[in-house]
């Protein structure tokens, strides 16, 4: 017997593994993205929301992915394929690097130095820093991925790619969160103190945050840029981050579909009301108006209690 | 090494130039039931802050089994068999029961570093025996119809036992019970009692605050009392109990009846 949000799940799996074939290109589109802005939206619910580290610079990872990938490609004339793990190896180097110092910071005060790394950033972009990012304008003319003389051209094949991408990266959230790594961020997340006095490295476990979300930014970024075959700064400046770190209260912390919902709200809602212009912002601002005023922990919180059935014998 | 398995040499914590703790020394003997009482305020949790790391004293020595432990960080303490309990309840209260009990297991948990992206076989088995472990003391402590409860929804003598649980899961050699019987009634007192009899048993040696002079009195092995950040007296539980400056202590000088 299955119980509700399995059905649930199931459901969604098929409806989105049969999407290409009954919409649009535009649509298909809107749906790729929304599957690439959830791996980025549950990269950062690790740091967020499971860690609860106060990380507004998540776009950043996001955007070194997408450059690492675009560089490669167009500037080094690399094919896409042996940019992947790079795209994920270096926003990875670079969140141990930079958030090392910082990672002691009480929560506001980290708040304000991860959108500052996120400004050095765009800076360096739009500055076109050793000739390589093409400063305002972004790289263009990114290739397609190619295996064995087979091009994956279409955006239903983009589409599938994301889909993967969307795959792994939710079975990593779920060996995460049954691991002593993901309940040791929750222990830090709850009370530090208690967390230490049962041996939980603070440092480590954050570290560890920043880093895997790090990785799985980068290669929803490198994706982002093959889908567009372009990159530019604006898609990765502080907005786009603050999108994210909204995306995962709004939806609820640690809670995976809360952090699809939110997404989906943040994301697709705006794209179908686009024919309202800039009105439809409205509905992105209301959401997290009344999310946090009516449902302060996300609009469907996460449930602990995820434990082995065998000890679920005397509960009645 | 010598016989006690920690020893605190003349151990001083100032906070802005006020004086917490003065010079204080004490030797607790492995597998003992360690008692420390006096009034409110004298220090005495500020000196369990001070052995587990989340103060580090400005002069003295804390040597557990002879090494110098001081400054270390708290989740070093815990790696090193030191768990404690809080005198106010540090829950991690949204996560169930079983989740808290398995906060203890971190430590003792093999999991590899690429074990949270990637498992393997081996991961599994770990899991599979720390949530076992959860299981026992969940019976243990009489906890198993409460494993899916968020801890935070509970009473406050059940999340009393959650606390003891989860600093056991960790399998420490020293247990540091910040009043553990605050709050507690009669019968949850006596059951108390027991369960930290049984846990000496086990071969765990304790450190108590408490302020229940009952069981204070008839759970430890040797006492030490604390005013103002300094010892005013130590010895056999009946030795304290009628150790005059003690009375003076708790009840002032101008009392005349000594006894409760």
């Given at each position: ?316 | ?225 604390i005013n103002f950040g300094a010892k005013i007296s130590e010895g056999l539980p009946s030795f304290v109990q009628d150790d005059p400056v003690?009375v003076e202590a708790y009840i002032g000088s101008d009392e005349e009846d000594e006894h409760e």
């Amino acid at each position: 017997m299955m119980n509700k949000t399995s059905m649930i799940a199931l459901v969604l799996l098929l409806i989105s593994g049969v999407y290409p074939f009954f919409v649009d290109s535009a649509w298909l589109a809107i749906g790729t993205t929304f599957l690439v802005f959830s791996c980025v939206a549950f990269s950062q619910d690790i740091i967020l929301g499971r860690a609860g580290v106060f990380h507004m610079g998540h776009a950043m990872f996001f955007g070194l992915g997408a450059y690492t990938t675009a560089i490669m490609n167009v500037q080094f004339g690399l094919p896409i394929l042996a940019s992947w793990a790079p795209a994920v190896l270096i926003p990875m180097f670079v969140a141990f690097v930079l958030a090392g110092p910082i990672i002691h910071l009480r929560g506001d005060y980290l708040l304000v130095a991860t959108i500052g790394f996120n400004i050095i950033f765009i800076q360096v972009l739009e500055n076109d820093v050793f000739g390589l990012t093409g400063g305002p304008n972004g790289i263009f003319g990114i290739d397609v991925v190619r295996l064995f003389g087979f091009e994956f051209a279409s955006q239903t094949y983009m589409y599938y790619m994301a889909f993967i991408l969307l795959g792994i990266t939710l079975f990593i959230m779920r060996t995460l969160d049954r691991s002593k790594f993901g309940r040791a961020m929750f222990y830090i997340n709850k009370d530090e103190i208690a967390a230490q006095s049962m041996g939980v490295s603070v440092r480590y476990y954050k570290l560890y945050a920043f880093i895997i979300g790090a990785g799985i930014a980068g290669a929803a970024g490198s994706m982002f840029s093959v889908q567009y075959s372009a990159v530019s700064p604006e898609a990765f400046d502080v907005t786009q981050s603050i999108m994210f770190f909204t995306i995962v209260l709004v939806g609820g912390s640690a809670s995976l579909p809360g952090v699809l919902i939110g997404t989906f709200i943040m994301f697709v809602l705006p794209e179908v009301f686009r024919e309202f212009e800039t009105a439809r912002y409205l509905v992105f601002g209301l959401a997290m108006i009344l999310t946090m005023i009516l449902r302060p922990r996300g609009i469907w919180p996460v449930r602990f209690g995820n434990i082995p059935n065998f000890l679920k014998k005397d509960v009645k | 090494m010598s016989e006690y398995i920690l020893e605190i040499k003349n151990v001083t914590k100032m906070f802005h130039g006020l004086v917490a703790i003065n010079d204080l020394s004490m030797k607790v003997k492995k597998g003992q039931i360690y008692g420390i009482i006096g009034p409110n305020g004298a220090g005495k949790t500020t000196l369990f802050n001070c052995i587990t790391g989340i103060y580090t004293p400005e002069m003295g020595q804390i040597l557990w089994k002879g090494k110098e432990i001081k400054g270390t960080t708290p989740y070093k303490i815990a790696e090193l068999g030191i768990l404690r309990t809080f005198q106010t309840i540090r829950l991690f209260a949204e996560m169930s029961v079983a989740e808290n009990i398995m906060s203890g297991r971190h430590i003792k948990s093999k999991q590899k570093w690429y074990n949270g992206v990637i498992p393997t076989p081996a991961y599994f088995k770990d899991e599979k025996e720390q949530w076992m472990k959860v299981g026992e003391l969940m019976e243990f402590f009489n906890l198993s119809q409460y494993a899916t409860t968020p801890a935070g929804d509970l009473s406050y003598g059940v999340q009393r036992r959650i606390e003891m649980a989860r600093a056991l899961a960790a399998e420490p050699e020293l247990l540091i019970l910040d009043e553990p019987a605050a709050g507690l009634n009669e019968h949850e007192t006596q059951e108390l009692t027991d369960t930290i009899r049984k846990i000496q048993a086990m071969g765990v040696t304790i450190m108590m605050i408490e302020h229940d002079m009952e069981m204070v009195m008839s759970l430890s092995e040797y006492i030490t009392v604390i005013n103002f950040g300094a010892k005013i007296s130590e010895g056999l539980p009946s030795f304290v109990q009628d150790d005059p400056v003690v009375v003076e202590a708790y009840i002032g000088s101008d009392e005349e009846d000594e006894h409760e």
